[in-house]
């Protein structure tokens, strides 16, 4: 019987050493890693205390706290709440609806002075680009001095020389409300107006052209052709500045700070004066896990939206 060599082991280690490295040198884990634990401890582990302590009775004043459901009780009973709730739809809804307006048209102006090569459009696009890029807050340091109903409020004292009366525009609960949201679609537009703009850019010209010769008049051509053919990305803008606004909270701290009253307190600006000024930290984290669920779901219709769009091609 032949003699049959030992097996080199040390040959063996090195070459699986070799084999294990260049499998870690192909492999998306050591980039992905760094990434994946930024998310963690700056996104999932934040979230996960969020709604841990929102079934909780902790607060800011004491170190102590127990487990309870106490705080969702406290949703459906307690007055403010319905009222808080309903002042946020009412500021989404009006909001997205006249960012999307106005965005679809300022968009549609800009797009064919661009083609017609009409002197400004250069000028219309970075002007109303300025109010995406500004600050939140500073936004609503700016619309607090137009809105300023002494003598050197920019908007009153305009309106009194024109001979009308002062307008009440942060005192009065019901202007209040319509004056942030009036604030907030002049902050927004801009990026439906970007988002839209980019559609048109892509849009074919000779679907146009056919339906011209089809005998289509302007407003047919709009609304019958264009959006159509752009549903896609206005959906989407809809989608994304609904959780936008949803979660706007700096520009309506510094503009009214949720009044006055509470005729102008959102759910991200309740959730804010619940826990710092408040205290209540338990029932600012039930709170916050409202607006989660919401944002929660506009981004699950997204992700639905976006996948079928991907199956359709």
């Known amino acids: 019987m032949a003699n049959i060599p030992p097996p080199n082991l040390a040959a063996y280690n090195v070459a699986a050493k070799k084999s294990k490295s260049k499998i870690l040198a192909n492999s998306p884990v050591p980039w992905i890693l760094p990434l994946g634990i930024v998310l963690v401890l700056v ?20 170190n102590g706290y127990s487990y309870t459901l106490k705080s969702y009780s406290n949703l459906f009973t307690t007055p403010g709440f319905g009222k808080m709730l309903w002042i946020t739809a009412l500021f989404v809804f009006f909001s997205v609806t006249f960012q999307m307006i106005f965005g679809f048209f300022i968009a ?33 340091v700016i619309w607090k001095l137009l809105y300023n109903e002494s003598k050197a409020g920019i908007l009153n004292n305009l309106l009194t020389v024109m001979g009308f009366k002062a307008i009440p525009f942060l005192s009065s609960p019901s202007i209040a409300l319509i004056s942030v949201i009036f604030s907030n679609v002049w902050r927004g537009t801009a990026f439906s107006m970007i988002l839209i703009y980019a559609a048109l850019q892509t849009f074919p010209n000779d679907v146009l052209e056919a339906a011209k010769i089809d005998g289509t008049n302007v407003w047919q051509r709009l609304f019958r052709v264009v959006v159509p053919i752009i549903s896609p990305i206005l959906l989407i803008n809809l989608i994304l500045i609904s959780v936008q606004t949803f979660n706007t909270f700096d520009m309506v701290m510094a503009l009214t700070g949720g009044g006055p009253g509470q005729s102008t307190d959102v759910i991200a600006l309740n959730i804010y004066n619940t826990i710092f000024t408040g205290s209540n930290l338990g029932q600012g984290a039930a709170n916050a896990v409202v607006l989660l669920c919401l944002n929660a779901i506009m981004t699950i219709v997204y992700f639905w939206f976006m996948g079928r769009q991907e199956g359709n091609r």
Do not use: C
Request: a positive charge; aromatic letters at 12%; charged letters at 15%.
């Open 43 to 62: 996104f999932a582990y934040p979230i996960f205390e969020v709604i841990r302590l929102s079934f909780t009775n902790a607060s800011l004043m004491d």
């Open 108 to 140: 549609i102006l800009i797009d064919q002075g661009t083609k017609r090569k009409l002197f400004g459009t250069v000028i219309a696009r970075t002007a109303v680009l300025t109010a995406w890029a500004i600050p939140g807050v500073i936004i609503g």
